[in-house]
């Protein structure tokens, strides 16, 4: 067995102790409840009648409301418009003791909301409201600025691309190599059109739809699998992937290692959204605490199978981790080497 409890108590107690800085497109995730109880006269739609809103943070926000909630301290770095959405979301970062102060803001560009329009357990609708425009080079350089001004800071840094404009090409470059420089972990949650960009960091964590449509072989099978993983880890120069694979776990590659596969933890799937920001999340947060790769990919299953088992984006704390990974050692789920 790779991990026992001795081990997972021991790196569970030691998480929530850095300083972990998050860059990327931060978002405002709205939800609307209602029930269906009849279709439109005007056209074949359904009619929900709401009965409660809530919001919640969304995007590399809710990265850091993972982080936040795993007992680390977020930087939450990104670019935020001038409305009343940034407002909100700086509400919403108050209630959760996460600081504002690193946003940068951009008046050409409004504040990214997805809206959900849920019925009993069904999402019914999503619409957005967002710009998708780069930054221009004066903003980006005030982002690059906060960026640098907190590097002697923090132990990791999370980039979470949601293909918003917010990760440049030449943002991206700049901020791998003052990590490189300063051996600081580096993890990337990666948009597929950006893929190819994310050279030489610590961490990426693609699903198997984008680690496929990056390398250009849809994975069907462990060989696809096998051929689809070495092969984005030798064209990154990546020192790790992490294959999110849904109902068939996670298969983690590491360079000058054979891949390790771990089976999924879900019991029950509500809702995955937020599923991957808890997974890069938890794992960043568990090699900061000294787990090693293969700990880190178990501990951040176990984070992403607490989560998809909630309607709407949820966190994880480490004694909800303790328990979910002792209860599948109790269910005999292992991880193969």
Do not use: W
Request: proline residues 3%; charged residues 25%; negative net charge.
């Amino acid at each position: 067995m790779p991990i026992k409890p001795e081990r997972i108590k021991e790196l569970t107690s030691k998480m929530g102790k850095s300083k972990i800085l998050i860059l990327g497109d931060i978002m405002l995730d709205e939800y609307l409840f209602g029930a269906v109880n009849r279709i439109s006269p005007e056209a074949p739609v359904p009619v929900v009648e709401v009965t409660s809103d809530k919001f919640l943070l969304g995007g590399a926000a809710n990265v850091g409301a993972n982080i936040n909630r795993l007992g680390d301290e977020p930087l939450l770095v990104g670019v935020v418009g001038e409305d009343e959405a940034s407002i909100k979301l700086s509400q919403l970062l108050k209630k959760r003791d996460i600081s504002s102060n690193y946003l940068v803001n951009d008046s050409s560009r409004q504040t990214t909301i997805k809206t959900r329009v849920i019925a009993g357990n069904q999402q019914i609708v999503r619409y957005d409201r967002e710009n998708r425009h780069e930054l221009d080079a004066v903003v980006e350089e005030k982002v690059l600025a906060v960026f640098r001004s907190n590097l002697d800071k923090i132990s990791a840094v999370v980039i979470s691309d949601y293909g918003k404009g917010m990760i440049t090409l030449s943002l991206l470059d700049k901020v791998i190599e003052l990590c490189i420089q300063n051996d600081i972990f580096i993890a990337v949650d990666p948009k597929e059109t950006h893929f190819h960009n994310y050279k030489k960091v610590s961490l990426i964590t693609p699903n198997h739809h984008e680690a496929g449509f990056a390398y250009g072989k849809r994975i069907s099978t462990e060989d696809d699998l096998l051929e689809v993983g070495n092969g984005l880890l030798k064209k990154l120069q990546a020192k790790s992937i992490l294959i999110t694979r849904g109902a068939d776990g996670m298969s983690l590659f590491r360079d000058g290692y054979k891949p390790s596969h771990i089976p999924t933890f879900a019991r029950k799937v509500f809702d995955v959204t937020g599923a991957g920001d808890t997974v890069i999340a938890t794992f960043v947060s568990a090699v900061c605490a000294g787990a090693d790769l293969i700990e880190a990919s178990i501990i951040a299953n176990a984070g992403a199978g607490i989560t998809v088992g909630e309607i709407g984006t949820a966190s994880v704390t480490p004694d909800l981790l303790e328990k979910e990974l002792n209860l599948n050692i109790d269910n005999g789920i292992l991880v193969k080497r």
